[in-house]
């Protein structure tokens, strides 16, 4: 059988220019976020609705819009987490199953933002064999976050204040990786990590 690995870090880590070396290297890459938007379709537009109170277009969806309004809302945030997640997670398990049946892999990996808030149904569907947490300075996620996404500080230490994960979680992952150095050497361990996932070592 396969074995799902999580990727997992806190917003603007890495996760995604990790997750594209090791797609670079061979391996599926499945991104949560991806598939969050997958779920904004017709069947579940009421919903939505109802969970946002908010008139979705679903060809012009103002995401941002939608994000402001959980990110001040809990009790919505919460709603919207408990309709999709199940969702979500069950259409990465069908796709890679799916993908198994034309090509058995050893490994994939699964790209999860808010793993550790979605940990018991994540574990609960995917059953996943390690967890590789991106560790990045929150004076680099801010720098490259106002660059990626063309906002202002303020609406990037917003977004990033937003999901913070406490050091309590180190202890709950498989492989920690450094990303304070430059992409090259973010490739070098991500090589580094493949060999340990091929021997089942484990390192912190
Ligand atoms: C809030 C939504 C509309 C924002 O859409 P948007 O296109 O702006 O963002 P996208 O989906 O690409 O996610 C970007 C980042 O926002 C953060 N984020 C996403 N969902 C959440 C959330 N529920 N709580 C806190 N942060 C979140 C993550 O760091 C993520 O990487 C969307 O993310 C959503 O519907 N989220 C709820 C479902 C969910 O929890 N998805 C994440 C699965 S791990
Ligand atoms: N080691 C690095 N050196 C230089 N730039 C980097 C490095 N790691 C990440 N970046 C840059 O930082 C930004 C955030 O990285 P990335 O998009 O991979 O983070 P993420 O964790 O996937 O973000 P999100 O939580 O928003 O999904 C990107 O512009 C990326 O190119």
Redesign the pocket.
């Known amino acids: 059988m396969t074995q799902n690995n999580i990727v997992t870090g806190e917003?603007a880590s890495g996760k995604s220019e990790f997750c594209k070396i090791l797609s670079k290297l061979g391996y599926s890459v499945y991104y949560?976020?991806k598939y969050?938007?997958m779920q904004y379709n017709k069947e579940n537009l009421n919903q939505l609705e109802n969970i946002f109170e908010f008139k979705i277009d679903l060809l012009n969806i103002d995401?941002?819009k939608?994000?402001e309004i959980?990110v001040n809302d809990s009790k919505k945030?919460r709603k919207?987490?408990k309709f999709?997640?199940p969702k979500?997670l069950l259409s990465i398990k069908k796709d890679i199953e799916k993908d198994n049946k034309i090509q058995k892999k050893k490994f994939c990996f699964i790209e999860?933002?808010?793993y550790f808030e979605?940990r018991d149904i994540v574990d609960k569907i995917l059953t996943p064999n390690k967890i590789i947490y991106i560790k990045r300075s929150y004076e680099s996620r801010l720098e490259d976050l106002i660059k990626r996404d063309k906002i202002s500080p303020r609406l990037a230490k917003n977004h990033i204040d937003?999901?913070k994960y406490d050091s309590e979680n180190y202890n709950k992952v498989d492989y920690i990786i450094d990303n304070n150095l430059d992409l090259n050497s973010l490739e070098k361990k991500a090589k580094n990590m493949i060999k340990l996932l091929e021997t089942g070592e484990v390192i912190k």
Do not use: F, G, S, V
């Open positions: 917003i949560a976020d969050t938007k995401y941002r939608l994000r959980i945030k919207l987490e999709l997640w979500i999860i933002p808010l979605a937003t999901l």
